[in-house]
T-cell receptor
Framework: DAKTTQPPSMDCAEGRAANLPCNHS???????VYWYRQIHSQGPQYIIH???NNETNEMASLIITEDRKSSTLILPHATLRDTAVYYC???????????FGAGTILRVKS | DGGITQSPKYLFRKEGQNVTLSCEQN?????MYWYRQDPGQGLRLIYY???????QKGDIAEGYSVSREKKESFPLTVTSAQKNPTAFYLC????????????FGPGTRLTVT
């Protein structure tokens, strides 16, 4: 499985967009990029995933670079409840194993 | 409401005792998983099951055992052989091998003294 690199922490002002970067330079052609988040002492929550096209859902947008070596998760209007650890994960289409790194601690401040 | 339940939320045991953590799902998912999380770290896979009566070791299976007798249930036993059992344990499920997302339960925090 490809390894991912994320900044350990980020701050964001409430109401502003939060842009969380992830590097996955060793990603292979059949591997997807997934994002999960974990609020303190709770189970992780699925946010979004993509292969090579940009994706958007009700929670967030995922921007994947053309060479697929990095991606950015965008929370368009961050709220205090978005404070959490955000995990960027790369996994094969047919594989169910999720490999969680340390993630990025996002602190949304009023 | 469909979802995954884990019980109890907090569990305390004495060293040397086996303890079983419960995980139940009513999502009709075929695959289920157990992860362990230590403070400030990501999740590590202990065991997973893709179908009833079948399960596979994950990255840190030593000192743990599981069973999958029913589709809805995937209990995890932390045995006395597990050297550092104190951790946050998370159960998850997904539709199957080709499904996209895993749904997680609320977790059980196990403390062994």
């Amino acid at each position: 499985d490809a390894k991912t690199t994320q900044p350990p922490s980020m701050d964001c002002a409430e109401g502003r967009a939060a842009n969380l970067p992830c590097n996955h330079s060793t990603i292979s052609g059949n591997e997807y990029v997934y994002w999960y988040r974990q609020i303190h002492s709770q189970g992780p929550q699925y946010i979004i995933h993509g292969l090579k096209n940009n994706e958007t859902n009700e929670m967030a947008s995922l921007i994947i670079t053309e060479d697929r070596k990095s991606s950015t998760l965008i929370l368009p209007h961050a709220t205090l409840r978005d404070t959490a650890v955000y995990y960027c994960i790369v996994r094969p289409r047919q594989g169910n194993k999720l490999v969680f790194g340390a993630g990025t601690i996002l602190r949304v401040k009023s | 409401d469909g979802g995954i339940t884990q019980s109890p939320k907090y569990l305390f045991r004495k060293e040397g005792q086996n303890v079983t953590l419960s995980c139940e799902q009513n999502l009709n998912h075929d695959a289920m998983y157990w992860y362990r999380q230590d403070p400030g770290q990501g999740l590590r896979l202990i065991y997973y099951s893709q179908i009833v009566n079948d399960f596979q070791k994950g990255d840190i299976a030593e000192g743990y055992s599981v069973s999958r007798e029913k589709k809805e249930s995937f209990p995890l036993t932390v045995t006395s052989a597990q050297k550092n059992p104190t951790a946050f344990y998370l159960c998850a499920s997904s539709r199957g091998v080709s499904s996209y997302e895993q749904y997680f339960g609320p977790g059980t925090r196990l403390t062994v003294t």
